[in-house]
């Protein structure tokens, strides 16, 4: 986790999933295509593991890979337009911008920066002598805990209490913005809740609003 900014400077709180919201891809499938492990992904992806097992197995894929050849397929991948110009005004409004994701934070820290967000929540891929070894480290705050929202044992709805309660923000002035199935607690518990150009139905059915073009200026009409 990455944060920055005093937590007393706001009143609101923006959280963005990263694959498929704010980039117009996934990263972990533009590296698997980019770098070729596609299939060993696809097969991982069709086990159905639980949610902990996967995102280890995952990292595996990784190992050998440098921190550059994994920057340069993020670089690769577009960011939303629009992304940029609707974080600054939104923290013109007041609102800590910050992105919740199931990705790396040597990831969703360069996206971070390029959007000028305040605080970026992922899990820590480990790197040894500048290459990763394929050994993930979850943070606690995404694990459930004897008062989450959710039964689910890994959950981005855990990290975003943990985010704003550092913030010192209300939930009913918390928005949660995503596409996948693993957003859905997030998008529920949210004040307001949106599912961007959402990727299962099921999201549709627990946003608040749906923004279905890929542009994010509907959601400052929402902030």
């Known amino acids: 986790m990455h944060t920055a900014a005093n937590p007393t400077s706001f ?3 923006a ?7 704010l980039l117009h891809r996934s990263f972990i499938h533009t590296a698997a295509a980019e ?3 596609s299939e ?3 097969r991982i992806i069709a086990e159905c593991h639980p949610d902990v097992v996967r995102t ?5 894929l990784l190992k050998g890979r440098t921190q550059e050849e994994l920057t340069a397929v993020v670089r690769s991948i577009p960011i939303v337009e629009d992304a940029a110009a609707v974080v600054a005004s939104l923290i013109g409004k007041g609102y800590v911008c910050g992105i919740i994701s199931d990705s790396y934070t040597c990831i969703t820290n360069y ?3 390029k959007l000028g967000m305040h605080f970026s929540c992922a899990n820590v891929l480990e790197f040894d002598n500048g290459r990763a070894t394929g050994v993930v480290s979850i943070p606690a705050n995404f694990l459930r ?3 989450s929202g959710c039964m689910n044992d890994y959950c981005k709805c855990n990290m975003m209490h943990h985010m704003r309660s550092h913030y010192a923000i209300s939930l009913e002035n918390t928005l949660a913005i995503g596409d996948g199935v693993n957003d859905i607690c997030m998008i529920r518990q949210a004040g307001t809740g949106i599912a961007f150009n959402a990727t299962n139905e099921k999201v549709n059915e627990v ?3 749906i923004v279905d073009e890929r542009s994010f200026m509907p959601v400052l009409g929402l902030a």
């Open 11 to 13: 009143v609101k709180m």
């Open 15 to 21: 959280i963005f999933d990263m694959d498929n919201t």
């Open 35 to 37: 770098l070729g492990f």
């Open 40 to 42: 060993d992904l696809k």
């Open 56 to 60: 280890q197995l995952i990292a595996q």
């Open 111 to 113: 996206v971070k920066e």
């Open 145 to 147: 805990a004897a008062d």
């Open 207 to 209: 946003a608040d609003h």
